[in-house]
């Protein structure tokens, strides 16, 4: 089975752009969640998916948006970045409910604003 | 507010000694605890989970330590590997199943 892709791999923006970013999740899973990762912050929490509809949101602020198709396959948008939005974003698909259901992490989108 | 910390930000070992990684949690409405190892340039890969009924979770040289009146999991790897070096997560779950992460911890292990 392939795994979590993630595309595009690499990105360069300017602050006051918008961007998106794509997810497509291991084939049959039906939960998609979104990571950011920064060095001091870690990992966190961004949205998760489940059959269309958002399940799940951490504490970010309404510029992070995101959506899933009716394939599972899964978008973050990012409006109006900020230099501080410059991170690894990483995205997640299990097969249920996580994190009881595995997740599988996909390689990450690396953002960066300048 | 971190309420999932890891506090040595590295460690290093040498190659068939143990490694202890710890983990320390402030909400204690986490009820499932995970490990999470993380290679430069992939996503985390999972390791090891354990539920707040259980103190204790094994899988080959991975054994995840959980205490609850603490508030502290450890993750043992024994023994450790060149092939174990890379930066180690700890996470924690309460219900409603949003994943709350520690800041990792790299591990470096000397041949």
């Known amino acids: 089975k392939a795994g979590v892709t993630q595309t595009p791999r690499y990105l360069i923006k300017t602050r006051g752009q918008q961007v998106t970013l794509s997810c497509s999740p291991i084939?049959?899973?039906?939960?998609v969640s979104w990571y950011q990762q920064t060095p001091g912050q870690g990992l966190q929490f961004l949205f998760e998916y489940f059959s269309e509809t958002q399940r799940n949101k951490g504490n970010f602020p309404g510029r992070f948006s995101g959506r899933q198709f009716s394939n599972s396959r899964s978008e973050m948008n990012v409006s109006t970045l900020e230099l501080g939005d410059s991170a690894l974003y990483l995205c997640a698909s299990s097969l249920q409910t996580p994190p009881r259901d595995t997740q599988y992490f996909g390689p990450g989108t690396r953002l960066t604003v300048l | 507010d971190q309420q999932v910390k890891q506090n040595s930000p590295s460690l290093s070992v040498q190659e068939g000694r143990i490694s202890i990684l710890n983990c320390d949690y402030t909400?204690?409405?986490?009820?499932?605890f995970l490990w999470y190892k993380k290679y430069p340039a992939e996503g985390p890969t999972f390791l090891i989970s354990i539920s707040s009924i259980k103190d204790k979770n094994e899988d080959g040289r991975f054994t995840v330590f959980l205490n609850k009146s603490a508030k502290h999991l450890s993750l043992h790897i024994v023994p450790s590997q060149p092939g174990d070096s890379a930066v180690y997560f700890c996470a924690a779950a309460a219900a409603g199943n949003k994943l709350t992460f520690g800041g990792g911890t790299r591990v470096l292990v000397k041949p």
């Open positions: 909400n204690s409405m986490f009820d499932y």
């Open positions: 084939s049959g899973h039906r939960s």
